[in-house]
């Protein structure tokens, strides 16, 4: 089965910077696209940023500039550079990966806190 790791959450303040991990356990990891989304407290979890197997990025419009995704297929792990941090952007951070060819379901992490103070 796929396991996903997230790390590198924490406390920072209003125009901070933060890193975050996903580690991946699975052998194709170069071959497929990953995500990571985000769960603010009493709001839906929403889609925040992209990376596919061609290295192409996507993001959602409130974090365009300030944070970059992306992938070292050596060490099987997703990044999510995370720049100019806002109080909004606290949240909790998960990695995630689509339903693919070989499984019926999406995979997710387990997820890490992301606190941003003004």
């Known amino acids: 089965q796929v396991q996903l790791v997230e790390s590198g959450g924490g406390l920072v303040q209003a125009g901070g910077s933060l890193r975050l991990s996903c580690v991946a356990s699975?052998?194709?990891?170069?071959?497929?696209?990953v995500d990571w989304y985000r769960q603010a407290p009493g709001k839906q979890r929403e889609f925040v940023a992209r990376v596919a197997s061609s290295d192409s990025t996507t993001y959602v419009e409130s974090v365009k500039g300030r944070f970059t995704i992306s992938r070292n297929n050596a060490k099987s792990t997703v990044y999510l550079q995370m720049n100019s941090l806002k109080p909004e952007d606290t949240a909790v951070y998960y990695c995630h990966i689509e339903r693919q060819t070989w499984s019926s379901r999406d995979y997710w992490g387990q997820g890490t806190q992301v606190t941003v103070s003004s």
């Open positions: 699975i052998k194709t990891f170069s071959l497929i696209a």
